[in-house]
Each structure stands twice: as structure tokens, then as C-alpha cells.
């Protein structure tokens, strides 16, 4: 069941017929027999007797008036919902999960307003606002198996045709305020290719127009319907828009369905703004007296400890927040970036300290006005980096890897050193777990290309014949990671793993270590 919302006739009241009750003519004394309404007395000069009505018009509520954004996206909903059995699976998902939509309304808190706003200014279907909870759950970090990333869950490739930035900086599918008007971009081009057909527009967002098209001339050719229901399409896309239906039919019925979504109040937040220079995080967090992470979450697409040295700096900030960050900003302007001034040594590159200083070659070429990569001994280079230590940008690109990575997903974990002709299948085949699992541990899509010298975790749980028992050795003088590692026919670079060696220089006699070992290939 599903109740349509039309705002505009439950909300526009008729007007109220009132007629004065004082038309009667009254005696200046009174008299024994009253003179009815319609006989005029012949001592008084008769008045003709005039109706008056006044319209009362109850004020007109509209969407933008709620006080929640949930509610004012459910009175401008128009796509039809149809009685299908995947509606009707996805509906139920739904209400039998209501912490999701819950956890959903959480992350959207800061970001539904700004997308509802966008939405509306192009005279678009509200159910568009509803597609990040389909596509990404409202994870502005989300990344998916097919490299997709971001809010709307955009590929690298149509990334880059809808002009939004990747480098290693800044990955403009994170950026909310740029993705959403790629996204809707986008959407608007499906939609005028499709001829207006919603449903065949937001399927193709998710599987290619190319895809869509095939199908509905593969319709057309057996002589069969072309609507969305009727289409071959792949099991994801044919789940796609049922689920966006049956989303869309809940939050417009909420309270029919016995289901609370939490409230987003239905105002501004958040104000972009452009400072118009590189600011490391740290400093423009201290501008805007936030926390970082905080900045950081509201501003993922920012890979590093700063914004991008070329643009773009543009950052959403809490609206209270930039009267405060744009006077910070012209105060100190051009001190937004810490500068170290490194003496270069023996061994040293650009890339070495590029990777040093946590930034690139490109940057430091620029910082020092040099044309090419070519350094020599004892030369002084001013390279930009952060002000404070790694920790406090908790959400950086590394950060959030080193937390996926963490996460326990098995019994032990292993390292495996990215070598030349490595990839995720070949990898996971030769440890005996699945490339999927492989690339999920790692914060990656199946599909993605691995780069020499890149480290991944696999987790085991020793169902491939193995028994894993955990081992502790106490170190005895003369030992060698290396030499342990072979001893215990384990690698020597899951020891240094294993038990955090990998600032450390040298083992002490007596310090224990922790050692993943299959009994099955060493006596313990």
C-alpha cells in the first residue's frame, strides 16, 4: 500500500463562508411585538441590508516548510511505485532493518540538506536525494568492488568525463558538494537519453546506458514491453531501482509502516568555502575551531594532511564556523603550510623524500622552482609537510587503510610484499583464499591493479591443512629476524608484523616475540 502525498490539495483550505448577525433593524425602545427581519418599521428611514463575506484561507504548508528534511523530500516524491514482488522484497528489507535506516540518517545529518537544495534548484525527482542510501549507504569513504567511491559511487573513468579530479591529493568522487552536481549531471543526461523515463535513466546510472539500451532494443525486437520490469538486465541493476522504489515508498509512508526515521532538521549546516591557497588540515581545523576529524569528515575527499597544492581547496564547513575561518584565513594568509628546510644526504631522491615527508615529487619540484628531478649532495630543499604527527588525521588515506587492514578477519595474519607480475588472483590463489576476500582486507575492488612494493594482509584461519598454534620465543643472543623467520618456516616480514619491529633495528636477548607457526611443517 502506498499513499500519495499531493501537498498542495490536502493543504489548500477552502475558504469560510461567515454572514454578519447584526443585519437586523433594531426599535430605538422596545416595543410589546417585535418587527420581523423583513418588515421595515415606518418610523425609521429604511437601509438596504448588505451581506458581507470574508474569505478565510488557511496559510499553505509547502515542502521546504517542514521542519525535517525526510519530510519534505516525502511530499515531493512522484515516481510510481509499482504492486511487484522486488518492491515488495526490498520494502520488507527495509522495515525488517531499521537500525540501517537509522545508521543512514546519521551520516546523511550533515550532507541530505545541501543534496535536497541541489535536487530542487534543477526541478528534479526527490527520489534522487534517496539514491546515495541505495548506493552507498550514506558513506562518504564507501569504496565498492568495482572501484567505485564516494557518496554516488562514481567509476575513475566516468569520474573523470564529469570533470572530477583524482590525484594524491584529492579524489573529487569523495567530494560531496562536487559529486552531487556531477551526479545529477549525470542523471539529467540518462534521463533526456531514455526520453524522460526515470526508471530506465537510474538503472543505467547504475549499469551503463549502453547496457539499457541494448536491453530495450532486445525488447523491442522480440515484440515484448520495454518497461524497467520487463528489461534483461544484470541481478544487480535489476535490484537497483526496486530498491530505490521501495526506499522511496517507506519514507513517504513512514508513519503507515509503524518506522521512525530520525529527523534531519531542514536547514543549512554547511557553507563552502574557498580559501584560495593549500592549507595543511591541521591549521585550517584550528581556523574553523573544529576537530580535525571532524573537517576531515565533512571534506573526505582530501587523501593527505592537506588540501591539494594546485586546487582544489575549496572545504564544507559548519555555516557558524566561517565567519571565524575566513578571518583566520586573511590574518594569516600564506602560512597555511609548514615548510622544512632538509639538507639533502647520500641515497637520497625526490621520491625517496617525497615518501619521507608524506607528500610528492611534483610539490617539492614546485616548492624549490626546479624544472627536473635532479638533486645533489649537501643542496638545501624546503619541503612542505604536516604540522602534527600522522595519528591526528585520523581520516587520511593511510589511516583509513591501516584500520581496514587491522581488523580482524581471521585467526593470524600474514604480509605479502607486492613483487613484480603479482596480482590479487595470483596472490590469493597461492594462500588459498578468494581474490574478493583479498581485496575486501586491503581496502580495494577485485579489480583494481597492485603497484610493486605494495604491502597486503591476508587473514588465515589454517583451514587449508594447516595447524596454526600461536608461538612465543624468547629471543636468544645471535638471533636474526631473518633467522627466526626461517627456523619457523614463516616470512620475515609477518615477524616484524606480527610484533611491531618495524622501527626497530636490532633484537634484545631476552624480548619476546609472537610467532604465527603451522605445526604441521615445524616441531614446536
Known amino acids: 500500500m502506498r499513499v500519495k502525498y499531493s501537498w498542495a490539495l490536502a493543504l489548500l483550505l477552502s475558504g469560510c463562508q461567515l454572514t454578519q448577525s447584526d443585519n437586523q433593524q433594531q426599535d430605538p425602545e422596545p416595543t410589546n411585538q417585535p418587527t420581523p427581519d423583513h418588515v421595515v418599521s415606518s418610523e425609521t428611514t429604511a437601509e438596504p441590508v448588505i451581506e458581507s463575506k470574508t474569505q478565510i484561507q488557511a496559510p499553505v504548508v509547502t515542502p521546504q516548510d517542514q521542519q525535517d528534511v525526510w519530510q519534505r523530500i516525502a511530499m515531493q516524491l512522484e515516481l510510481t511505485v509499482p504492486d511487484h514482488k522486488k518492491v515488495d522484497y526490498y520494502r520488507t528489507w527495509y522495515l525488517k532493518h531499521p537500525n540501517h535506516l537509522r545508521t543512514v540518517s546519521k551520516r546523511a545529518e550533515p550532507f541530505l540538506y545541501l543534496i535536497t537544495e541541489k535536487i530542487e534548484q534543477r526541478d528534479l525527482p526527490l527520489e534522487l536525494a534517496l539514491l546515495p542510501v541505495v548506493e552507498s549507504s550514506f558513506d562518504a569513504f564507501a569504496y565498492s568492488h568495482g572501484s567505485a567511491a564516494g557518496l554516488w559511487q562514481f567509476i575513475p573513468g566516468t569520474a573523470e568525463w564529469f570533470g572530477l579530479k583524482q590525484d594524491f591529493w584529492y579524489d573529487g568522487r569523495r567530494d560531496v558538494d562536487a559529486s552531487t552536481d556531477a551526479a545529477l549531471d549525470y542523471l539529467t543526461y540518462l534521463n533526456k537519453r531514455f526520453e524522460g523515463n526515470w526508471n530506465h535513466a537510474i538503472a543505467a546510472y547504475n549499469s551503463g546506458g549502453g547496457r539499457v539500451s541494448n536491453a530495450i532494443k532486445r525488447n523491442k525486437k522480440q515484440g515484448k514491453p520495454t518497461d524497467f520490469f520487463s528489461l534483461e538486465l544484470p541481478k544487480e541493476t535489476s535490484s537497483y531501482v526496486p530498491k530505490l522504489l521501495a526506499l522511496a515508498d517507506i519514507v513517504a509512508n513512514q508513519e503507515q509502516y509503524g518506522l521512525e526515521i530520525p529527523a534531519i532538521a531542514n536547514e543549512p549546516v554547511l557553507q563552502l568555502v574557498n580559501p584560495k591557497e593549500q592549507l595543511d588540515l591541521a591549521i585550517a581545523a584550528k581556523y574553523a575551531d573544529i576537530t580535525v576529524k571532524e573537517l576531515q569528515g565533512l571534506n573526505p575527499a582530501y587523501n593527505q594532511w592537506a588540501t591539494a597544492p594546485d586546487g582544489p581547496h575549496q572545504l564544507l564547513l559548519p555555516i557558524e564556523s566561517v565567519e571565524r575561518f575566513n578571518q583566520q584565513v586573511e590574518e594569516n594568509r600564506g602560512k597555511g603550510m609548514k615548510l622544512v628546510r632538509y639538507k639533502v644526504q647520500s641515497g637520497d ?34 619541503i612542505p609537510t604536516s604540522t602534527s604527527n600522522d595519528n591526528v588525521y585520523a581520516l587520511s588515506a593511510s589511516n583509513r587503510l591501516t584500520a581496514t587492514q587491522s581488523k580482524s578477519r581471521g585467526q593470524y595474519k600474514l604480509t605479502h610484499t607486492v613483487e613484480s607480475g603479482d596480482n590479487l588472483w595470483t596472490i590469493a590463489r597461492k594462500n588459498k583464499v578468494s581474490h574478493q576476500s583479498l581485496a575486501k582486507w586491503n581496502g580495494m575492488g577485485p579489480r583494481d591493479t597492485l603497484r610493486i612494493g605494495q604491502e597486503l594482509v591476508i587473514w588465515k584461519n589454517g583451514s587449508d591443512g594447516a595447524i596454526i598454534r600461536t608461538v612465543f620465543y624468547n629471543v636468544r643472543s645471535g638471533d636474526t629476524i631473518s633467522g627466526i623467520a626461517s627456523k619457523f618456516k614463516v616470512k620475515s616480514a609477518d615477524v616484524v608484523k606480527w610484533n611491531s619491529l618495524k622501527n626497530k633495528k636490532y633484537l634484545q636477548p631476552g624480548q619476546k616475540l609472537k610467532l604465527y607457526v603451522d605445526v604441521t611443517k615445524v616441531s614446536v
Open 349 to 382: 631522491s625526490l621520491s625517496v623524500l617525497a615518501n619521507k615527508y608524506s607528500t610528492t615529487s611534483k610539490v617539492i619540484r614546485s616548492a624549490n622552482n626546479m624544472t627536473n628531478n635532479n638533486i645533489r649532495i649537501g643542496q638545501y630543499l624546503m
